[in-house]
Every structure is written in structure tokens, then in C-alpha cells.
């Protein structure tokens, strides 16, 4: 028998292996397919949540304002900035303070009207008020240029993946009775929404699970195709090899119902009649 390549018994092995070894290509590049669908659909998600929720912010936002609920619409956002994936939801004003965090925009508001005492209760009021994540060269090209149109973009944050979402906060005439009219803006919402995490863990989900299906089915296969075929066939190999050399007494066996048991069956007629022919030679 041939020495085998590798850890290769023999080379009929080493093409059956071959054959494993495709298949298993096949369904790995599936599952990277799937990886990368999974991705593309998270990613498709993450936008949509972030999409849903600037829109739904801003219109109770507005409706908050319109009613005299200012301390509803900081509320509101007090309480998003805690949702899970949530990270960032701040109301970024024009000079890129943060809203809700100190009391400049009260102070404002009172030159016009009288303000409710509510509107003050648990209100922060920071000294050194500076939004995050205002350095982002997209987000200071959206309040340069003071449209109202939603900006989307991905940024990293302490070393995550997000999606942030930007949405200007125009200053309408029915505002202008607290807020005045010389701005255009009110300020802009900025969600950002985190993805990485999600995505890593169903990333190594799938890529575990499938390690070691892989190398289940690998074991599995080679297995299955020793004892169906190598076996036998090595076997015969052997018994043919003893035959050539003279033992030709020994019935060959072989304990399976298909081809290889037809051969092993025909070279064993082959040997009973060699036999028969020797013991006639014999005779004479
Ligand atoms: C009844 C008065 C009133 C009206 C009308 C009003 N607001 Fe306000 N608004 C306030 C007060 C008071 C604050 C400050 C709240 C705080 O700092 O806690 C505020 C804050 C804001 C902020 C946060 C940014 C900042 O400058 O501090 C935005 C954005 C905002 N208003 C948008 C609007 C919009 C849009 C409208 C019109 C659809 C509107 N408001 C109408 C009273 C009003």
C-alpha cells in the first residue's frame, strides 16, 4: 500500500477527503453569506429604530412645547437617553450647548411670558454645559448650513459602532411667543444608536455553531466513508496480496451488500477455481 499523503491512509482517502472537503467549502461560504445578510439586516434595523424614534422625539417634542410642558419634552428625553442601545439622545442647542441642562433657554423664555414653576423643578443646571459629540464633521456641516433636512451617519463612540441621527428642530411661528423669532433653529436632535455589540454576538454565534458543525460532520464523514469503503477495500487489497503468494485456502469475507461485496465475492470464485485447476495439476 502507498505511503499516504499527510495523515492520508491511502490515496482513495485522500480523494474521498477531497470530496468532504468541498462540501464543507459550500457550507461555510453559506454561512458567511448568512453572516453578512444578518449584518445588513441588523444594520437596516438599527437605522429604522433610530429613524422611528427622532421622528416620534420631535413631534412630542413640539407638542409638549405648543401645551406649556416643558418639563415634559426634558423628561422624555431624560428618560430615552436610558433605553437600551441608546447612546446618545441629547437636543443639541445652536452653540452647541446641551439642552435641558442648564437654564439659559428658561431665563430667555421668561422675557416673553410667565414661566411655570414646573418647568423648574429638578432642573440641572451645569456650568460647563457642552454637548457630546459635536466635533463630527457632518454634524457642524448641518449647523452651518441651518437646514431642516435629517442627517444619518455612522461614528464610533468610546470604541462602538453607532448610527447617529440628526435631526434639526426649526423654530416655527407658533414658537415664537416663548422662544422669539431671530433664530431658524430651536436646535438638533442627535440619537445615536449603538450596533457592534449585537452584531459581534450574533457574528461568533454563528461562527461557533458552525465551527463545530464543521467539525462534527467532518469526523462524521470520514468515519462513515473508512467503514464503507476504505475498509473493504484495503482488506481485499490485503487478501488478493496472500492469494498471489500462495494462501489460497481462506475464504474471503466481507460483511456488506454492495459492490465491493460483489468483487470480494467474484475474487473469491476467482480463487476456488485456481484452486480447482491446482489440485487437478496436482493429480496428474
Ligand atoms: C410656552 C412656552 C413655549 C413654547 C410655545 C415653546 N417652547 Fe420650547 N421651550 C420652552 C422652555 C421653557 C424651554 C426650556 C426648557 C428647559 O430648559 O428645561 C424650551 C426649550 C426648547 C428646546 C430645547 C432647546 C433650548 O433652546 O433649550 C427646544 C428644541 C424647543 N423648546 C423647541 C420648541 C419648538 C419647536 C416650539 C414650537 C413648536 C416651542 N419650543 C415652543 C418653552 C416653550
Given at each position: 500500500m502507498a505511503m499516504g499523503i499527510?495523515?492520508?491512509?491511502s490515496r482513495l482517502e485522500l480523494k474521498l477527503f477531497s470530496i468532504v472537503i468541498i462540501i464543507v467549502a459550500g457550507f461555510t461560504a453559506l454561512i458567511l453569506f448568512t453572516i453578512n445578510k444578518e449584518t445588513e439586516d441588523l444594520i437596516k434595523k438599527t437605522r429604522e429604530k433610530a429613524s422611528f424614534l427622532t421622528t416620534s422625539v420631535v413631534t412630542s417634542l413640539q407638542k409638549d412645547m405648543i401645551e406649556g410642558r416643558a418639563d415634559m419634552a426634558r423628561w422624555l428625553i431624560e428618560d430615552l437617553k436610558?433605553?437600551?442601545?441608546?447612546?446618545r439622545l441629547q437636543i443639541v442647542r445652536t452653540d452647541g450647548t446641551e439642552a435641558f441642562q442648564d437654564l439659559i433657554t428658561i431665563r430667555d423664555v421668561e422675557k416673553r411670558t410667565v414661566i411655570k414653576k414646573e418647568w423648574l423643578e429638578n432642573h440641572p443646571d451645569k456650568a460647563n454645559n457642552i454637548a457630546k459629540g459635536i466635533d463630527h464633521a457632518v454634524f457642524k456641516d448641518l449647523l452651518k448650513k441651518g437646514t431642516a433636512a435629517t442627517v444619518e451617519y455612522n461614528e464610533k463612540v468610546e470604541g462602538r459602532e453607532v448610527f447617529t441621527f440628526l435631526k434639526p428642530i426649526a423654530n416655527e411661528s407658533r414658537c415664537?411667543?416663548?422662544?422669539?423669532?431671530?433664530?431658524?433653529?430651536r436646535g438638533i436632535l442627535m440619537v445615536s444608536i449603538s450596533v457592534d455589540k449585537d452584531m459581534q454576538s450574533i457574528r461568533w454565534h454563528l461562527i461557533i455553531t458552525s465551527a463545530i458543525t464543521v467539525a462534527i460532520v467532518i469526523a462524521f464523514l470520514r468515519a462513515l466513508t473508512n467503514k464503507i469503503i476504505l475498509n473493504p477495500i484495503t482488506h481485499l487489497v490485503d487478501v488478493v496480496n496472500k492469494i498471489s503468494m500462495g494462501e489460497i485456502d481462506k475464504k474471503i469475507e466481507i460483511k456488506s451488500n454492495d459492490e465491493i461485496k460483489d468483487l470480494a465475492d467474484a475474487i473469491d470464485r476467482l480463487r476456488t477455481s485456481m484452486k480447482m485447476a491446482i489440485e487437478k495439476l496436482y493429480k496428474r
Amino acid at each position: 500500500m502507498a505511503m499516504g499523503i499527510l495523515w492520508f491512509k491511502s490515496r482513495l482517502e485522500l480523494k474521498l477527503f477531497s470530496i468532504v472537503i468541498i462540501i464543507v467549502a459550500g457550507f461555510t461560504a453559506l454561512i458567511l453569506f448568512t453572516i453578512n445578510k444578518e449584518t445588513e439586516d441588523l444594520i437596516k434595523k438599527t437605522r429604522e429604530k433610530a429613524s422611528f424614534l427622532t421622528t416620534s422625539v420631535v413631534t412630542s417634542l413640539q407638542k409638549d412645547m405648543i401645551e406649556g410642558r416643558a418639563d415634559m419634552a426634558r423628561w422624555l428625553i431624560e428618560d430615552l437617553k436610558a433605553m437600551k442601545g441608546v447612546e446618545r439622545l441629547q437636543i443639541v442647542r445652536t452653540d452647541g450647548t446641551e439642552a435641558f441642562q442648564d437654564l439659559i433657554t428658561i431665563r430667555d423664555v421668561e422675557k416673553r411670558t410667565v414661566i411655570k414653576k414646573e418647568w423648574l423643578e429638578n432642573h440641572p443646571d451645569k456650568a460647563n454645559n457642552i454637548a457630546k459629540g459635536i466635533d463630527h464633521a457632518v454634524f457642524k456641516d448641518l449647523l452651518k448650513k441651518g437646514t431642516a433636512a435629517t442627517v444619518e451617519y455612522n461614528e464610533k463612540v468610546e470604541g462602538r459602532e453607532v448610527f447617529t441621527f440628526l435631526k434639526p428642530i426649526a423654530n416655527e411661528s407658533r414658537c415664537f411667543g416663548c422662544h422669539g423669532s431671530d433664530k431658524n433653529l430651536r436646535g438638533i436632535l442627535m440619537v445615536s444608536i449603538s450596533v457592534d455589540k449585537d452584531m459581534q454576538s450574533i457574528r461568533w454565534h454563528l461562527i461557533i455553531t458552525s465551527a463545530i458543525t464543521v467539525a462534527i460532520v467532518i469526523a462524521f464523514l470520514r468515519a462513515l466513508t473508512n467503514k464503507i469503503i476504505l475498509n473493504p477495500i484495503t482488506h481485499l487489497v490485503d487478501v488478493v496480496n496472500k492469494i498471489s503468494m500462495g494462501e489460497i485456502d481462506k475464504k474471503i469475507e466481507i460483511k456488506s451488500n454492495d459492490e465491493i461485496k460483489d468483487l470480494a465475492d467474484a475474487i473469491d470464485r476467482l480463487r476456488t477455481s485456481m484452486k480447482m485447476a491446482i489440485e487437478k495439476l496436482y493429480k496428474r
